[in-house]
């Protein structure tokens, strides 16, 4: 039983996944009681450990070994005795078993020119700044989160929008409400009221 939730941060690379992780966990150790929430930087662990087979010139992306990934996912969201508390920040849902994530985030970024600048500036290919456009407009990665833990009314599965800079903030502050409305939630289960 965890005492804190796991939480997947995903969508579009560039709508925000790394900031807003980031942010979250800041407020989270400020907070009063502070809380413990751990950033999982999937793109750190996929260099870190390897778990990549090659590299795609043409995406400007290593080609991911998805098997040896999700190895290391479980174990390291099995650390601390499976406590919880991770902030798991990738742009896939692919392979994540449900039973590890308790919230899925999909950060949205509707506009599209914002999308655009934010994946230019980071010197990515024509082809792959609209490949990852296509994939924002038409919600590839909202689609597939809610294949996995059912539909947005669910309440598993929620999408903010990430446009502007207060957008940020306010996401973070969203999620680390609900993150004590889980602990509210579930405390007296883990205490064993
Ligand atoms: P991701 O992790 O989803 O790829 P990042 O968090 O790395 O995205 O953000 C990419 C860039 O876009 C960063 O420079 C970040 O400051 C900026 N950015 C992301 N979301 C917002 C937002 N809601 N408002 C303003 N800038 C943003």
Redesign the pocket.
Same mark, same amino acid.
Request: proline share 6%; net charge neutral.
């Given at each position: 039983m965890r005492s804190l939730p796991n939480i997947l941060v995903t &969508?579009t690379? &560039?709508? &925000?996944? =790394? =900031? =807003?992780c980031t942010q979250l966990v800041s407020l989270a150790s400020q907070s009063s009681p502070p809380l413990d929430l751990k950033h999982v930087s999937i793109n750190d662990i996929v260099k870190e450990r390897s778990c990549h087979t090659g590299y795609d010139e043409e995406l400007q992306t290593l080609i991911v070994d998805d098997d040896k990934l999700m190895d290391e996912v479980e174990k390291e969201i099995a650390d601390g005795d499976g406590a919880g508390g991770f902030i798991i @920040?990738w742009h896939s849902t692919a392979g994540f078993a449900v039973r590890w994530v308790d919230l899925v985030v999909v950060?949205r970024c509707d506009e599209t020119s914002v999308l655009y600048d934010?994946l230019a500036s980071r010197g990515y290919r024509d082809e792959k700044v609209q490949e990852n456009m296509d994939a924002e407009i038409f919600g590839v990665v909202s689609e597939e989160a809610k294949e996995g833990w059912g539909e947005v009314e669910d309440g598993r599965v929620v999408e903010l929008k990430?446009?502007?800079?207060e @957008?940020?903030e306010e996401n973070a502050e969203r999620i680390l409400l609900w993150v004590k409305n889980w602990v509210k939630d579930h405390g007296s289960k883990t205490n064993g009221e």
């Open positions: &969508g690379p &560039g709508v &925000g996944k =790394t =900031t =807003t @920040d950060l934010r990430s446009v502007q800079a @957008d940020i």
